[in-house]
């Protein structure tokens, strides 16, 4: 599948950097355009792959950002990045559409720029282009604080809104309680762009060819159920017999029947782990509306027997007949690796509690202002009122 990739904010263009960089470490080539867009110069300056020429800094004549960010207000960000569209649909202009299948834009939800520019951009690309428009969200942890948790609630529905689907990635879920905060969104950031960059190279991957093809048209039918999805991601490692089929002389070697099982076996399992362990988003896994799984990986490794019986495992799982399933050979690989989308879940827990933080961050917000005021008040005038101000 190729993409046209857009992050917005800070978040979103680390994310859609490190994207970037898995890709070409990878030699894939699912990117047909990179774009950071972010209303605070340093954050644009400190990312590593997106090329500068594709780094776009807006609010530079709005008085209240001047370039400097929008301070964690998203309404400032929605403004801001509105004011601006031209700039980002000029940089469009130059986007090879004829080769892009899809826009994948990405921000994280908690600050200012992403959560209130992230909707206004996909409602952009939704009006202009005829391909879907895919969104990336990142929730932020609760160690975070409330004003993340009441931005992330506000933009959540706009984002879902504004794009076909919009995949999560709950920061609550994957920070390790060793992680230092950078050190943590490094390591989730690795983790968000090996998902994508598997799930998206299906049929995308050199000039093998796969036995069980999937194209990009499968991968935007499991997506245009509208709503929010979650991934699920195993790999291990290759058989020692994959390393000796890539001999000369073991090239044509058939395999046995009972290594045809054993793979069998393995492509299942992994399939089973991946929907078992922790996924982008906790979800109840039955409330999934459709579903695809993606194996990746050297051929000699793939089975067809045991990608069918992962797919009617899904099937169970989820108690939907929608579970598409395919491979993406890679020759060169020293893994396999399997994953599934679960498209329109339902049952989310965690969107309950986020909207719960926000109530409390809201009404503590509010009180803390009014607090404030009446403080000010008491600092600047007397005890008795007694003198006028100029």
Not at 164 to 174: C, G, K, M, R
Not at 271 to 284: D, E, K, M
Request: hydrophobic share 35%; with cysteine.
């Amino acid at each position: 599948m190729k993409i046209a990739l857009i992050g917005v904010g800070n978040a979103g263009g680390k994310i859609a950097d490190e994207l970037f960089r898995y890709q070409n470490e990878s030699g894939r080539d699912l990117c047909r355009a990179v774009m950071a867009v972010n209303t605070a110069g340093t954050d644009l300056a400190k990312l590593d792959t997106i090329p500068e020429e594709d780094r776009l800094l807006l609010g530079q004549t709005n008085g209240q950002v001047k370039g400097h960010g929008v301070g964690a207000d998203p309404d400032l960000g929605a403004t801001v990045i509105e004011e601006d569209l031209h700039e980002v649909e000029r940089a469009l202009s130059e986007v090879p559409i004829y080769d892009v299948d899809a826009f994948i834009v990405v921000a994280g939800l908690g600050g200012g720029t992403g959560s209130g520019g992230a909707p206004v951009l996909g409602e952009m690309l939704n009006e202009t282009y005829e391909e879907p428009v895919f969104g990336l969200g990142v929730l932020p942890s609760t160690e975070e604080g409330g004003r993340p948790s009441y931005n992330a609630a506000r933009a959540f529905p706009s984002f879902v809104e504004a794009t076909e689907n919009l995949i999560v990635f709950d920061n609550d879920a994957w920070r390790g309680n060793a992680d230092s905060i950078g050190g943590g969104y490094e390591r989730t950031n690795r983790e968000i762009a090996k998902r994508i960059e598997t799930l998206l190279s299906a049929g995308n991957v050199g000039e093998e060819v796969s036995e069980n093809a999937m194209d990009a048209s499968d991968v935007r039918r499991t997506l245009a159920t509208g709503g929010i999805s979650t991934i699920a991601y195993a790999e291990t490692g290759i058989d020692r017999s994959t390393f000796e089929s890539r001999s000369f002389l073991n090239r044509f070697r058939k395999n046995g029947t009972q290594e045809d099982s054993d793979k069998a076996k393995k492509i299942s399992g992994l399939v089973r782990q991946a929907v078992q362990s922790r996924l982008t988003l906790p979800v109840n896994v039955e409330s999934a509306e459709r579903s695809l799984i993606v194996i990746a990986g050297p051929p000699e490794e793939f089975s067809r027997k045991g990608l069918e019986s992962a797919r009617r495992w899904v099937e169970d799982q989820t108690n939907s007949m929608e579970v598409l399933a395919g491979d993406a050979p890679i020759p060169s690989a020293d893994t396999v690796s399997a994953v599934v989308i679960l498209s329109n879940v339902t049952d989310v827990d965690r969107v309950d509690e986020l909207q719960s933080q926000a109530l409390d961050a809201r009404d503590s917000i509010s009180e803390q202002k009014s607090d404030r005021e009446s403080e000010i008040e008491d600092l600047i005038t007397d005890d008795n009122d007694e003198i006028s101000p100029v």
